[in-house]
């Protein structure tokens, strides 16, 4: 999609095989094989759409971080990111069964594990 | 059933309950009352419990010294009254945000002797996070197990008793919607009030910490009555988390404080060099753990696999390309239901407001030939000041039902999601889109809601930079001046200049606020764009018409109150001092020479006794209905028809009105319309010479100097001044101030148009009003309701001063870069809308995007090291 631009370093081909598998596949949280994060990824900002991951730890400190902890982002929490804004942020997440929206700027502050 | 399986995270034990509790507890047994705090989370349905539990009876105030609502209400049973107060909703209780901070000193302060927490099925998981956070401050909890019917369409099954088991408290489904549940949740409530000794319910077990929550238990017992006002294991562990409220209140609160803290905070670096995490990691997980097991041990889910319906509806809705469309489709939808469905209805209510307008009118004293009493100048100023802001009820009544309809179906939040990126750009925030919504982004709106949406931006930066920028939308008050300009002096490209308008006043709002966040706010505490997206629901017929209900009344109290009287302090300053009595004097004889051409004509005649007085007067208004039911009637059907009707009114004279073929009458009827003329003339030129040396006019001639560079005279600044309280009375002043051509029943386009044409009047200084009028100062009512909103004179100020400023300098650029380069009006419309657009672009693309701070090595967090 064109809001890969900003996001080179050679993903956008993947992320776009993701986007389109995740639309034919019956709804899971995160379960399939083949739809984990590359192994290139390590903040949840690069995870691309449709592809998911598991919490690591946080960098943020403060409101950020206590705010997303209430959501579910702890550690070894699975979240799949499910789609970007138009204009490439902010990225929409499933976390159990909550839908949140983050800002890349504190997607950014999140390591994770494909 | 079987007995649940005892959990691992936490172990049931008997709770202490402060003593405190105790004591107001006993205090309002004997006065047959009770205290509830209803808590949950957002999202949860909090508000449709609320309502559920008590009805209509209820009352909206702030907490002290914030602007965070508190929603109190009262139900009664059998003698017994029971005060519920719903607490802001939060995800915790921590000490982070306003909002938490807010909900948790209400609870340590009014020691409720109960809480209700408001718990989302769907989101069982998440929501016991704050369940146990309660039961840790040791309240009697009653969980109210919400929109069972939405976790029953998903396939979740929930065994409540298992669930009651875990939690040691008990759980009542509701679903608040419907209103069901409210007598089980009654019940339970009398049955808590019953039980006396300490609260049960679960005590959750911090693992490894245990040992460090025990030392800081064992050192906060010492401290005298701190145990005695302060549930104490709760406090341990805020301590150990680092909260900085509760570390003030240690201070506060004890002596010997300092040493404790400093206790506290070296064993907080013994667990950390121990364990290798930070306490409130581990206290995070450890509720994580425990919700975990109890929803794995309550919750079936029997819908594996299947998509939820709001997100297959996002997949479309919220589609990268689509999404916008979608989003304009829905804008243009809510303005063309509400401004045109609207003023159709406008057409039905405006004879209402003519009819109590007349009504009024006929109580005042009546008029005279030339110098109207002023108590009915003043009377019919303030009513026609405040039906000019009626009228506009039914459009804002049904723009604020379509967009309560956004937001109780869920798309609001969505809107914030795909518009984020631009506010952000500008130091705004994604949950801005509501209040410029609200205060009209393309035509119609009111400031004075709009600033009111703004309480839900949890960023405080970005609210205030809302609140500062949601006045330069165009309200509904703005249009008529802009209308008339537009008329007058673009009327060649009037499509373009509209455009021009509707959308540059949106990138000068994002500039100002870009500008504001960067400089003055820069220091203001902000929040992170962390927002839940609800799933979608089909908003109620009752939820809609409450919200937009509240909204309109929020309006009409405001006209009613604040800007009915403005309205007597603005006619003080456009009347006072008024004509001198010589003046007056050489009015009166003016008059008095026609009308002794009329006394004359029908001295001797069965009329004369209307020569003076009242009877002159009312013969004079009988006149101006009949010649302007004449204008107006067209073909000889209806001018038979104006005739029967005049003819059977004024019996007594209506050979004066039409004199058919009577040439006696015919002379009384010249001799009259000779009088009524020459009436209407003075009146007029009395009115713009009060007009022209009142506090007003010498105001606006004085600061010339000034805005001579903006191009504006002195009758611009006169208007521009009288629009402060509300924006329409800028035509309407216009009105007084153009007066030649009036007796030719010109409009007054044509007339301004004339009378600018002769003096030079360019569409180069139509420009230079149209942008101050764009960066006007928010009218009085808004301004009020700046006040409430921010808590500060000092904001208000300058949400007065700074668009003053502004609108100044960007107006007299203009003008002066026009001028100096002899670009015409439009010319210059057009350089200086690709100038903001351009801006705006550089700007809002750089402004969001921070480089994230560096990577800061804090502990590890990975699973392992649990």
């Known amino acids: 999609m064109f809001g890969n631009w900003r996001h080179k370093r050679g993903r956008g081909r993947k992320s776009r095989a993701a986007l389109l598998n995740i639309k034919e596949k019956p709804f899971e949280t995160c ?27 946080h960098r943020g400190r403060g409101a950020v971080r206590q705010r997303l902890l209430d959501l579910g982002f702890v550690p070894s929490a699975k979240v799949r990111v499910l789609r970007k804004a138009t204009l490439g942020d902010p990225i929409e997440l499933l976390v159990d069964d909550t839908f949140v929206t983050l800002r890349k700027n504190e997607a950014a502050q999140i390591e994770v594990d494909p | 059933m079987n007995p649940p399986t005892r959990l691992k995270g936490g172990a049931r034990q008997e709770r202490r309950v402060p003593p405190f509790h105790i004591e107001r507890a006993r205090k309002r047994a004997l006065e047959n009352r009770m205290v509830v705090g209803l808590a949950g989370q957002q999202n949860a349905g909090k508000s449709t419990v609320f309502n559920m539990l008590t009805g209509s009876n ?16 009262v139900y009664r049973e059998d003698g017994l009254k029971v005060e519920i107060v719903d607490l802001p909703g939060t995800y915790s209780l921590t000490s982070f945000s306003l909002e938490e901070r807010v909900g948790r000193d209400f609870l340590l302060s009014a020691a409720p002797d109960a809480v ?60 608040g919607r419907q209103g069901r549940g409210r007598e089980a949740l009654r019940d339970r409530l009398r049955e808590v009030r019953k039980r006396s000794g300490p609260a049960a319910g679960l005590m959750i077990q911090y693992e490894r910490l245990e040992p460090f929550i025990e030392r800081v238990e064992a050192r906060l017992e010492t401290l005298p009555d701190l145990a005695a006002r302060y549930p104490i294991r709760w406090l341990a562990v805020k301590l150990l988390e680092g909260d900085n409220e509760a570390e003030k209140l240690i201070m506060r609160e004890a002596n010997g404080g300092a040493e404790l803290l400093a206790d506290v905070r070296g064993w907080r670096r013994e667990f950390e060099a121990m364990e290798g995490m930070i306490p409130s990691d581990v206290i995070v997980l450890s509720r994580d753990r425990l919700a975990a097991e109890i929803v794995a041990l309550c919750v079936s889910d029997t819908s594996t696999g299947r998509t939820p319906w709001s997100e297959r509806i996002d997949r479309v809705v919220l589609n990268r390309v689509a999404a916008p469309f979608f989003l304009l489709a829905a804008i243009y939808l809510v303005y063309e239901i509400s401004i045109v469905e609207g003023n159709e209805l406008t057409l039905l209510t405006w004879p209402v407001l003519v009819w109590i307008r007349n009504g009024i009118a006929s109580l005042l004293p009546s008029p005279a030939l030339l110098f109207d009493p002023y108590t009915r100048l003043l009377g019919l100023w303030v009513v026609d000041s405040a039906s ?51 205060s009209g982004v393309m035509a119609g709106g009111c400031a004075v809601p709009g600033v009111m949406a703004t309480r839900a931006i949890p960023d405080r930066r970005s609210r205030l930079g809302t609140i500062l920028t949601a006045p330069f939308m165009n309200c509904q008050a703005k249009l008529p001046l802009y209308i008339l300009l537009i008329n007058i002096f673009f009327a060649d490209h009037r499509s373009w200049a509209l455009f021009f ?104 005649t069965a009329y004369e006794s209307l020569a003076d007085g009242k009877p002159l007067i009312s013969l004079l208004r009988a006149f101006a209905n009949y010649e302007e039911a004449v204008a107006e009637a067209e073909g000889p059907k209806a001018l038979e028809a104006v005739q029967a009707k005049f003819k059977a009114r004024y019996e007594n004279y209506y050979p004066l009105l039409d004199p058919g073929t009577d040439e006696q009458a015919a002379g009384m009827r010249a001799a009259l319309k000779a009088l009524a003329d020459r009436r209407d003339e003075l009146r007029r030129d009395i009115d713009e010479e009060t007009l022209t040396y009142s506090f007003f006019g010498r105001f606006g001639r004085a600061i010339v100097p000034v805005t001579r560079f903006a191009g504006f005279d002195w009758k611009t600044n006169v208007a521009l001044l009288s629009s402060f309280t509300a924006r329409e009375n800028s035509v309407a002043t216009l009105g007084v101030l153009y007066q030649e051509g009036a007796d030719e029943n010109q409009r007054l386009e044509e007339r301004m148009r004339n009378e600018s044409r002769a003096r030079g009047i360019t569409p180069l200084h139509a420009l230079a009003v149209i942008l101050f009028f764009a960066l006007y100062p928010p009218c009085l009512a808004t301004v009020i309701m700046i006040k409430a909103e921010t808590a500060s004179w000092r904001w208000t100020l300058f949400s007065i001063v700074f668009p003053i400023v502004l609108g100044l300098a960007v107006s007299s650029l203009v003008f002066s870069v026009g001028r100096a380069f002899s670009l015409s009006g439009f010319k210059m419309m057009g350089i200086f809308y690709l100038t903001t657009l351009v801006l705006a672009l550089v700007v809002g693309r750089g402004g969001g995007r921070r480089s994230a701070p560096p990577e800061e090595q804090l502990t590890d967090l990975s699973p392992q090291s649990i």
Not at chain 2, 145 to 170: C, F, P, Q, T, Y
């Open chain 1, 31 to 57: 379960r399939q094989r083949g739809d984990v994060a590359p192994k290139t990824c390590c903040l949840l900002a690069d995870v691309p759409p449709g592809a998911c991951c598991r919490i690591r730890r």
């Open chain 2, 388 to 438: 000019a802001l009626l009228n506009y009820i039914p459009i804002f009544f049904i723009l604020f039902a379509l967009i309560a309809v956004l937001e109780e179906s869920g798309y609001m939040a969505r809107i914030a999601f795909i518009l984020d990126r631009v506010f952000h750009g500008f130091g705004l925030h994604g949950q801005s889109t509501l209040p410029f919504i609200l």
């Open chain 2, 58 to 73: 209820q009352h909206v105030a702030n907490y002290p010294g914030v602007t965070v609502d508190k929603k109190s209400g």
């Open chain 2, 116 to 175: 209700i927490n408001v718990v989302d099925a769907t989101q069982l998981k998440r929501s016991l996070y704050l369940t146990f956070q309660i039961l840790e401050m040791g309240f009697p909890v009653v969980v109210a197990l919400n929109m069972m019917d939405v976790a029953a369409a998903r396939g979740l099954k929930i065994n409540l008793e298992r669930l009651s088991h875990s939690l040691g408290v008990d759980v009542v489904p509701t679903i």
């Open chain 2, 501 to 604: 308008i509707a959308t540059v006043s949106i990138l000068l709002a994002l500039l100002v606020a870009r500008l504001l966040t960067s400089t003055v706010l820069r220091t203001m505490e902000t929040a992170p764009f962390v927002m839940e997206l609800p799933s979608y629901h089909v908003p109620t017929l009752k939820g809609v018409l409450a919200r937009a209900g509240d909204r309109t009344w929020v309006y009409i109290k405001k006209v009613a109150t604040i800007v009915a009287a403005a309205a007597v302090v603005i006619f003080a300053l456009l009347q006072a001092p008024g004509l001198n009595a010589e003046r007056k004097l050489w009015y009166e004889g003016e008059l008095d020479k026609v009308r002794v051409g009329f006394e004359t004509a029908i001295q001797g």
